[in-house]
């Protein structure tokens, strides 16, 4: 089984609200990633958690949060979003076997709407 | 730096035309190899890939052909469907190296098929 679920599947928001998005795998894996994607381009990585760890930011603005409560979920938290923060949000994960190399499964995304 | 280049699109094809998509890298070291499809609306799903020189990738009629002398992943199909029509990316997954746990992707190439 390679499946990364994601809820919600769609979220509207206003710029005041706080809201989470949620990510669970159950392949055993130990590296989760959070991508960002805007229509008809690639995925821009934002966050990669490996054993738990937060081992890359990329430069992400602090209203977005992430969270790896266990090896099997990982959160991200978002508060006061801009408009241009709509985007599909998309989590991946891989083994986290050293040597790299390694193929990232993805979830289905959440579809987010800052108004 | 790692570097993808993919063919620009969008392609239109008639159904049961032959298909070729083609992808270049720049690496160090042997990364591993992928292509990605995105259906509309949906995730990233994997396609296929190839881990070493020589090896070939292939799934639902597609193929890719990891060529290190070339530096090259062509994207292959001898006759596409309507429901192929969707965007896919090509990308590398580099050899660990420090925190290093990054895909690096294509641009993209959207793809229609017409009945």
């Known amino acids: 089984d390679t499946e990364v679920t994601q809820t919600p599947k769609h979220l509207v928001m206003g710029m005041t609200n706080k809201k989470s998005l949620k990510c669970e795998q159950h392949?055993?894996?130990?590296?989760m990633y959070w991508y960002k994607q805007k229509a008809k381009k690639p995925p821009e990585l934002m966050f990669v958690?490996?054993?738990?760890?937060?081992?890359i930011n990329e430069s992400v603005p602090s209203r977005f949060s992430p969270e790896c409560p266990n090896s099997s979920l990982l959160n991200l938290h978002l508060h006061a979003l801009q408009p241009e923060d709509s985007a599909l949000y998309l989590c991946?994960?891989?083994?986290?076997?050293?040597?790299?190399?390694?193929?990232?499964?993805f979830g289905p995304g959440t579809r987010l709407l800052v108004l | 730096g790692n570097s993808v280049t993919q063919m620009e699109g969008p392609v239109t094809l008639s159904e049961e035309a032959f298909l070729t998509i083609n992808c270049t890298y720049t690496?160090?070291?042997?990364?591993?190899l992928f292509w990605y499809v995105q259906y509309p609306g949906e995730g990233l799903q994997l396609l296929l890939k190839?881990?070493?020189?020589?090896d070939k990738g292939s799934n639902k009629g597609f193929e890719a052909t990891y060529r290190k002398e070339t530096t090259s992943f062509h994207l292959e199909k001898g006759s596409v469907q309507v429901s192929d029509s969707a965007v896919y990316f090509c990308?590398?997954?580099?050899?660990?190296?420090?925190?290093?746990?990054?895909?690096?992707f294509g641009s993209g190439t959207q793809l229609t098929v017409l009945p």
């Open positions: 958690y490996s054993y738990e760890k937060l081992s």
């Open positions: 991946a994960s891989s083994q986290g076997a050293a040597g790299g190399r390694e193929t990232q499964y």
């Open positions: 190839a881990t070493k020189a020589d």
């Open positions: 392949m055993g894996h130990r590296a």
């Open positions: 690496a160090t070291g042997y990364p591993s």
């Open positions: 990308a590398l997954s580099p050899t660990y190296s420090g925190s290093a746990r990054q895909l690096t």
